[in-house]
């Protein structure tokens, strides 16, 4: 299996930024695709961005431009670069690995799909 710890959340003020960070253990090898997901209080989960392993992303309308997803492979860890924060964007963020192989460049944008995750990280946007 495959353990995920975030790290970076917080406190911010509108218009700042913020990095979350996934590192990855366990059978790293059987990773495809890593994700985050955030939920808001009385909200559903819902994807804000993922990539696979062949570099391939997809972010929710929500952020495109104002989030980024990155990986290093040789730390392994994903990264979550936030940009432009607002109130909108007050979350638990949750950290996500799938195992799911339909090609290097699927992209899994299904909750289902991933396999693993981590303990949530809250990130809070004031104004």
């Known amino acids: 299996q495959v353990q995920l710890v975030e790290s970076g959340g917080g406190l911010v003020q509108a218009g700042g930024s913020l990095r979350l960070s996934c590192a990855a253990s366990?059978?790293?090898?059987?990773?495809?695709?890593m994700g985050w997901y955030r939920q808001a209080p009385g909200k559903q989960r819902e994807l804000v961005a993922a990539?696979?392993?062949?570099?391939?992303?997809n972010y929710a309308d929500s952020v495109k431009g104002r989030f980024t997803i990155s990986r290093d492979n040789a730390k392994n860890t994903v990264y979550l670069q936030m940009n432009s924060l607002s109130p909108e964007d007050t979350a638990v963020y949750y950290c996500?690995?799938?195992?799911?192989?339909?090609?290097?460049?699927?992209?899994?944008?299904?909750?289902?799909?991933?396999?693993?995750w981590g303990q949530g990280t809250q990130v809070t946007v004031s104004s």
């Open positions: 990539i696979t392993s062949g570099g391939s992303t």
């Open positions: 366990g059978s790293i090898f059987s990773i495809n695709a």
């Open positions: 996500a690995a799938s195992q799911t192989y339909n090609g290097a460049l699927y992209v899994p944008r299904t909750e289902t799909e991933y396999d693993s």
